[in-house]
């Protein structure tokens, strides 16, 4: 199994950073992908961003393009989310999750492993 731990989330103004982070645990499997989704209170889970294993291939959903960077330091098995601009509608919850095959997806079902969920408030 793996655990994911995220951390980093809060209360921040409109036009201010957040920078969350998502620590993997227990069992890791090299080569597996990681993303990170957000709900907000009434609607549906979405996917924000994801990163291959290496780094090099990244994915925004268009919201957030150029204003999030998704990054991850396979050393401490640790992936993070670089959030700038932030916007009221940024408001939700934030995970984080793994994949253990395959490319980076936009499909929540495709994950198999998910973290708890962290807080993000934008006030504007």
């Known amino acids: 199994q793996v655990q994911l731990v995220e951390s980093g989330g809060g209360l921040v103004q409109a036009g201010g950073s957040l920078r969350l982070s998502c620590v993997a645990s227990?069992?890791?499997?090299?080569?597996?992908?990681r993303g990170w989704f957000r709900q907000a209170p009434g609607k549906e889970r979405e996917w924000v961003a994801a990163?291959?294993?290496?780094?090099?291939?990244?994915s925004y959903r268009d919201s957030v393009k150029g204003r999030f960077t998704i990054s991850r330091d396979n050393a401490k098995n640790t992936m993070y989310l670089q959030m700038n601009s932030l916007k009221s509608e940024d408001t939700a919850v934030y995970y984080c999750?793994?994949?253990?095959?395959?490319?980076?997806?936009?499909?929540?079902?495709?994950?198999?492993?998910w973290g708890q969920g962290t807080q993000v408030t934008v006030s504007s």
């Open positions: 227990g069992r890791t499997f090299a080569g597996y992908v």
């Open positions: 999750a793994a994949k253990t095959w395959g490319a980076p997806s936009v499909y929540a079902t495709e994950y198999a492993f």
């Open positions: 990163i291959t294993w290496s780094g090099g291939t990244t």
